[in-house]
Nanobody
Framework: QVQLVESGGGLVQPGGSLTLSCVAS???????MGWYRQAPGKERERVAI???????NTADSVKGRFTISRGNAKNTVNLQMNNLKPEDTAVYYC???????????WGQGTQVTVSS
């Protein structure tokens, strides 16, 4: 099993920045880690993912503003969010894929609110 814990959410003004962090508890290497978000009344969408080789894929809606990266420790991932917009308001979830179990895992979510 894998436990994911997110942190770094909060309230920020439009144009501001936040950094989200996720720490995964597992002895295995997580092949893919990423961030998803879900706004009120909306379905969950993928924001960005990062593979074990460091390659990334970022959604068009946040491209150029958000950057995903792996942390210093194994099985950690960060999301640097710049130039935040009100439409970025959502609960952000950390996600990971573990090959050995062929399963995806989810964190509990962290709230990001962009408002003046």
């Amino acid at each position: 099993q894998v436990q994911l814990v997110e942190s770094g959410g909060g309230l920020v003004q439009p144009g501001g920045s936040l950094t989200l962090s996720c720490v995964a508890s597992t002895i295995f290497t997580l092949n893919v880690m990423g961030w998803y978000r879900q706004a009120p009344g909306k379905e969950r969408e993928r924001v960005a993912i990062i593979n074990v080789d460091g390659s990334t894929n970022t959604a068009d809606s946040v491209k150029g503003r958000f950057t995903i990266s792996r942390g210093n420790a194994k099985n950690t991932v960060n999301l640097q969010m710049n130039n935040l917009k009100p439409e970025d308001t959502a609960v952000y979830y950390c996600n990971a894929f573990l090959t050995i179990t062929d399963s995806q895992y989810w964190g509990q979510g962290t709230q990001v609110t962009v408002s003046s």
